[in-house]
Nanobody
Framework: QVQLVESGGGLVQPGGSLRLSCAAS????????VGWFRQVPGKEREGVSC????????YYADSVKGRFTISRDNIKNTLYLQMNNLKPEDTAVYYC????????????????????WGQGTQVTVSS
């Protein structure tokens, strides 16, 4: 049974940092492309970052480029999203996602062919 369990969300002031974690079980994160999405109520889910399985090539949405960093610990089978210089517009529920059948990110921050989703973790940026 595949599970993706996120942690690390919370309340942070503008300019602060958070690191999200996504622990995977029943699935090896290096098998396919994986990444992060976020969603604000009333809006579509947005692809934040994607990392390819074989090349570790990373992609970011323009809105987070230079502030967020995606990484993967292959021994712990855990995906991370380091978020620095957070802004109020980063407030959202963040989801980790794993593809099935796609090894590479399609040149964008959107993980292709998502088959597995985490439960989501709330990030709130507010003073």
């Amino acid at each position: 049974q595949v599970q993706l369990v996120e942690s690390g969300g919370g309340l942070v002031q503008p300019g602060g940092s958070l690191r999200l974690s996504c622990a995977a079980s029943g699935f090896t994160l290096t098998d396919y492309a994986v990444g992060w999405f976020r969603q604000v109520p009333g809006k579509e889910r947005e692809g934040v970052s994607c990392i390819s399985s074989r090349t570790d090539t990373t992609y970011y949405a323009d809105s987070v480029k230079g502030r967020f960093t995606i990484s993967r610990d292959n021994i712990k089978n855990t995906l991370y999203l380091q978020m620095n210089n957070l802004k109020p517009e980063d407030t959202a529920v963040y989801y980790c996602a794993a593809s099935s059948g796609y090894y590479s990110c399609p040149g964008t921050s959107v993980v292709p062919g998502v088959r597995y989703w985490g439960q989501g973790t709330q990030v709130t940026v507010s003073s």
